[in-house]
């Protein structure tokens, strides 16, 4: 299989702070990772190296086998934690907006996203509740028929049982050989749908192991391995 993301040898410093040094890994595509670690490690930091929002890092990032920058932006969908919508906007103009926007953007599959997520598009984006804004950030994003998706805790302000509809429906939204990494503390409710997790620590990837390993060889769940990684 082909490798979607190659980081290699990347440093990367903010301020006074290194937050990477030499940092490896490399993702395929058609893969569901999960990417875990404490408050600080790094996770969003990744993300947005990957997204091509972070500047003056130093090394490889490869994605698709292009270095990530303005072309890349083109097929990687990224979740963030925050928005910039106008508040008296409402879904259906956004969805115009992403449509014209992006060329990957797949508006009939938005507009199911909606439906499936109990989202009006005649609402403004400035009346929905936190969650419910939640909700709709994650349609935009896996309406675009991307290569890769960034999800940075996508759902942590959305009930449990939504969370668990959208998180086991995740599968049915993306193209089998696009791959997508998602940070979340929440481990039991990504467990099954995942088929890689990558540990990081201190800026550092302390453990990058495939499911199948983690519960057939190790015997673990993903919330033992997590104690055992961390709990040292
Ligand atoms: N603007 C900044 N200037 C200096 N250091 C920063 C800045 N933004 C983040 N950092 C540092 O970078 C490190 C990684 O932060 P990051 O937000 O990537 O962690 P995280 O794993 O996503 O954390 P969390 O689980 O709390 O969301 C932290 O030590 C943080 O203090």
């Given at each position: 299989?082909?490798?979607?993301?190659?980081?290699?040898?990347?440093s990367?410093?903010?301020?006074?702070k290194?937050?990477?040094?030499?940092?490896?890994?490399?993702?395929?595509?058609?893969?569901?990772?999960?990417?875990?670690?404490?408050?600080?490690?790094?996770?969003?930091?990744?993300?947005?190296?990957?997204?091509?929002?972070?500047?003056?890092?130093?090394?490889?990032?490869?994605?698709?086998?292009?270095?990530?920058?303005?072309?890349t932006?083109?097929?990687?969908?990224?979740?963030?934690?925050?928005?910039?919508?106008?508040?008296n906007?409402?879904?259906?103009?956004?969805?115009?907006?992403?449509?014209?926007?992006?060329?990957?953007f797949?508006?009939?599959?938005?507009?199911?996203?909606?439906?499936?997520?109990?989202?009006?598009?005649?609402?403004?984006?400035g009346?929905l509740?936190k969650?419910?804004?939640e909700?709709?950030?994650?349609?935009?994003?896996?309406?675009r028929?991307?290569?890769?998706?960034?999800?940075?805790?996508?759902?942590?302000?959305?009930?449990?049982l939504?969370?668990?509809?959208?998180?086991?429906?995740?599968?049915?939204?993306?193209?089998?050989?696009?791959?997508?990494?998602?940070?979340?503390?929440?481990?039991?409710?990504?467990?099954?749908?995942?088929?890689?997790?990558?540990?990081?620590?201190?800026g550092?990837?302390?453990?990058?192991?495939?499911?199948?390993?983690?519960?057939?060889?190790?015997?673990?769940?993903?919330?033992?391995?997590y104690?055992?990684?961390y709990?040292?």
């Open positions: 299989m082909n490798d979607l993301v190659k980081v290699e040898q990347l990367y410093r903010k301020g006074m290194q937050i990477f040094n030499a940092l490896d890994f490399s993702i395929q595509s058609g893969k569901i990772i999960a990417l875990i670690g404490e408050n600080g490690s790094g996770k969003t930091t990744i993300m947005r190296l990957l997204a091509g929002l972070a500047l003056n890092w130093k090394g490889q990032i490869l994605i698709d086998g292009c270095v990530v920058g303005t072309k932006k083109s097929f990687v969908a990224y979740l963030e934690d925050k928005n910039n919508y106008q508040p906007q409402r879904l259906e103009e956004i969805i115009s907006f992403y449509d014209r926007f992006y060329t990957d797949d508006k009939r599959r938005a507009y199911e996203l909606l439906r499936f997520m109990n989202l009006s598009e005649s609402e403004k984006i009346n509740s969650g419910n804004a909700k709709f950030a994650l349609s935009m994003t896996l309406a028929r991307a290569k890769l998706y960034l999800l940075d805790e996508p759902l942590s302000g959305v009930d449990l939504s969370r668990e509809k959208i998180i086991q429906s995740l599968l049915q939204w993306f193209e089998e050989d696009s791959s997508i990494i998602i940070t979340t503390h929440q481990l039991r409710e990504i467990e099954n749908i995942i088929d890689e997790v990558l540990f990081l620590r201190d550092k990837i302390i453990l990058h192991e495939s499911l199948e390993t983690m519960k057939e060889v190790k015997h673990k769940d993903l919330e033992a391995l104690r055992e990684v709990e040292i």
